[in-house]
């Protein structure tokens, strides 16, 4: 039985709304890990320019009931790693109080990588060791994006 055009393109419709789900591409890859009480998820880094910075982001979840302190991240191919607000400003140790959420994002505050020895393309990662006063170290890979890409 061949369907009429304008009825064949109702059950396209109704095929694609149905399996559109299915078909379409998983999210932009990230990162997660957890150490100790909190939570770290969604980072990523973007590909880097040039070698003189680059940037990474991700959400730190604190889940306990006392507070604990990012005081440093470090990264094989970065001479130096920190923690800028949105106007280009160092923060210094960042505090995470109890149930609380920090979020590192593009256009706020974010982590800085400076004077990289590679520059880690689309698809690559980038491994990226946070230290806690409480909880201890964590490395995540960062998944690294094409700048831009949400």
């Not at 590192?104 to 393309?121: D, N, R, V």
């Amino acid at each position: 039985m061949k369907l009429r055009p304008s009825l064949s393109r109702g059950l396209r419709l109704v095929l694609l709304t149905a399996l559109g789900p299915a078909c379409r591409p998983a999210g932009l890859p990230t990162a997660s890990a957890t150490v100790g009480d909190l939570q770290l998820r969604n980072g990523f880094a973007y590909e880097p320019i040039t070698a003189a910075s680059g940037a990474a982001y991700v959400e730190i979840i604190n889940h306990g009931q006392v507070a604990d302190t990012l005081v440093d991240a470090e990264s094989p191919i970065a001479a130096m790693v920190m923690f800028h607000g949105a106007a280009m400003m160092s923060m210094g140790p960042v505090v995470i109080a109890p149930g609380a959420r920090v979020t590192f994002k593009p256009g706020a505050a974010h982590i800085m990588l400076t004077t990289l020895s590679k520059l880690p393309k689309a698809g690559d990662s980038l491994p990226l060791t946070f230290t806690f006063a409480k909880a201890g170290s964590v490395t995540l890979e960062l998944p690294v994006r094409k700048y831009g890409s949400e």
